[in-house]
């Protein structure tokens, strides 16, 4: 398989490698198997033969600092930065975001200064296809807040790839929000590197549109960083939800926790694969992690598989899966107060959310609570 | 106020109740005693619309109004309120949000203005004060982590908030110590009044000492098989329910 290059900016490279993938050699299937998703849909939405103009999406970074259209080159990054990344993406193994990436051209460089950042991904020109690179870094003892929205269009794909360089003693709360219309579909791969006794959070909350996909790796490479990872994912309709997460312990007394729940109405599907790997001779490392499904319907979809890889004695890890349907007799006792059925499934869809979002950075909250109570709505009626 | 006839009801295949004939009016108190897996608990759960039971024969009509033909919310909507013998928990939802969401579910069915979070804290705050109920309870998941007893007093503030006219207790005395006994009846008697009616469903005489019945009726395998003043109680409470059983069986 041919390796993209980050330089790869030519139209006509990018043509090329797309019509790579389009050969009949060229299997989605064995990608499928893993992911459990449809990837049809995904790849083949967009076809190289149709006219695309630009590939690069518009990023709005609020606090000001770059402006709409601003596109800083890896060349403006450290070059630690650089060499950093360039070596990551060699051992990438999900070909289906190196694909995407060929999308492309540039990265924007975020040196996040301010202690809290706002990012829209949006695509004003309704393309077919928009992708965004990000590179961020967090100053050693840096806190800081990040929220990155990904609201897509009539588009039929966004594809945005973020690396977070957590320097030592650095803290970041990140905020993923999936917000789409119908036909469109977003892929958001998120990839961490976490030095010493660095600590990132991570909300994903992925709400609406035909096909959204977060993919995340974590590499907790310094001692006792900390990686947490909250994924809710909503499906209505024929909508799929996709979250995939690698989390490598690479150094002692690192911990990770991951908890992930899809509520899926209709005939919307989901598929949650989470996979923690504990390096050889890593010691008193923590992780621990559970994906659960809630189904509202008896056409909705979900697939779950937790999986541990553990390399070391001397750790404590454990996971657990779940796919089940609302609690009954909760439901009736909801009922039995004067509820209708659907507020009662709302209650309770927001209900099994609390724990998942009870550490929310109160900065959150006001994105957050209007478009859970609106898209948790949407989902308890169906 | 409630009348019911001929009521037969079965889940799946087994018939639990065989032919009830019961009527409650305002302001009265009935009591239903009998032995366990006599039909208490499915009475009152078909009262309140449990789907999963099956009305198989019979009526039940509540201020003129076919019940058969109501939702569990409708119900509830009318006036209806089942204090649960085992009250669900739902972590994550909190208390006071849900009742609100409850009362205010209500309102809009009689076509009255909605409470603000502040109005109906401040009405949930002096039910809590005059019932004796912690205020901690309005900062807890609904019933998440609740004793039994607390549970109880739990399902007791729902009744004051929702002010409904039929009340329908099913087995509120089981797992209370005497005083939290002695709170809840407190409760139920001053929230009683000519305009309520009441059902209480106990195996025990115990709860009538405190809430003094006009009307108690022995159920027996499915039927009411006698009924009658107070002191109906105090019969059973020396032979218990055999004598019953024995009618029956021969």
């Known amino acids: 398989m041919a390796m993209i290059s980050t330089k790869t900016n030519s139209l006509l490279e990018l043509a090329q490698f797309w019509s790579q993938r389009l050969s009949p050699d060229f299997s989605l299937r064995d990608h499928e198997k893993y992911l459990y998703t449809p990837l049809d849909a995904i790849s083949f939405g967009i076809s190289p033969k149709e006219p695309w103009h630009r590939a690069l999406g518009d990023v709005v970074f609020h606090n000001g600092y770059l402006a709409q259209g601003d596109v800083l080159g890896m060349e403006d990054a450290p070059a630690f930065l650089q060499e950093k990344y360039l070596s990551l993406r060699q051992k990438e193994d999900d070909f289906l975001c190196r694909y995407n990436l060929a999308y492309s051209p540039a990265f924007y460089y975020l040196p996040l200064r301010q202690n809290n950042s706002k990012i829209t991904i949006a695509d004003s020109e309704r393309r077919h296809a928009v992708a965004t690179s990000l590179l961020c870094y967090i100053p050693p003892g840096a806190e800081h807040y990040l929220e990155i929205h990904n609201m897509a269009q009539e588009t039929r794909l966004s594809h945005c790839h973020i690396v977070v360089f957590l320097a030592s003693g650095s803290k970041l709360q990140l905020l993923l929000i999936h917000e789409l219309d119908e036909p469109s579909q977003s892929i958001v791969h998120l990839h961490f590197i976490l030095s010493v006794e660095s600590q990132a959070v991570v909300y994903d909350l992925q709400l609406s549109g035909k096909l959204s996909r977060t993919s995340i790796e974590a590499d907790l490479e310094g001692e006792r960083s900390f990686f947490s990872l909250n994924g809710l994912l909503l499906g209505r309709g024929e909508e799929h939800r996709d979250s995939t997460s690698l989390l490598i312990h690479r150094s002692s007394y690192s911990e990770s926790k991951t908890l992930c729940l899809s509520l899926l109405n209709n005939k919307a599907s989901s598929a949650i694969t989470g996979n923690i790997v504990v390096e050889p001779r890593i010691r008193e490392a923590k992780a621990h992690q559970l994906l659960r499904s809630l189904l509202l319907s008896d056409d909705a979809k979900a697939f779950c598989r937790p999986q541990l890889e553990i390399g070391s004695h001397e750790v404590n890890c454990s996971h657990g899966s779940s796919i089940g349907e609302l609690d009954q007799e909760a439901l009736y006792y909801l009922q039995s107060r004067g509820v209708s059925k659907e507020e009662a499934r709302q209650l309770l869809l927001k209900a099994a959310t609390a724990h998942l979002l009870q550490d929310l950075a109160p900065i959150f909250l006001p994105t957050t609570q209007e478009r859970l109570n609106y898209y948790l709505k949407e989902v308890a009626y169906g | ?250």
């Open chain 2, 1 to 250: 106020m409630l009348t019911i006839q001929n009521l037969h009801v079965r889940i799946g295949e087994k018939e639990i109740l065989r032919g009830i004939d019961l009527t409650v009016k305002a302001g009265e108190i009935h009591a239903i005693m009998g032995p366990n897996g006599s039909g208490k608990s499915t009475l009152s759960q078909v009262i309140a619309g449990r789907e999963d039971l099956v009305v198989s024969q019979g009526s039940l009509v509540f201020e003129q109004e076919n019940l058969l033909e109501l939702s569990v919310e409708e119900r509830a909507r009318r006036g209806i309120f089942v204090a649960f013998q085992y009250p669900v928990a739902v972590p994550g939802l909190n208390n006071l949000q849900f009742m609100r969401e409850a009362v205010n579910a209500q309102r809009r069915f009689r076509g009255e203005k909605e409470l603000s979070s502040s109005d109906f804290l401040k009405k949930a705050q002096k039910v809590m004060h005059d019932l004796g109920i912690p205020q901690e309870f309005s900062k807890r998941s609904l019933n998440d982590g609740f004793s039994g007893g607390e549970k109880k007093k739990n399902e007791i503030l729902q009744m004051y908030l929702l002010e409904p006219k039929l009340i329908i207790l099913d087995e509120i005395d089981s797992g209370l110590d005497i005083d939290a006994l002695q709170m809840v009846a407190r409760s139920v008697n001053s929230f009683h009044n000519e305009k309520r009616a009441f059902l209480l469903v106990t195996h025990y005489q115990r709860l009538l000492h405190y809430i003094e019945p006009n009307y108690v009726h022995v159920l027996v395998d499915g039927k009411i098989v006698e009924s009658g003043g107070k002191e109906l109680a105090e019969k059973l409470e020396k032979h218990g329910y055999d004598i019953y059983k024995n009618q029956l069986s021969s």
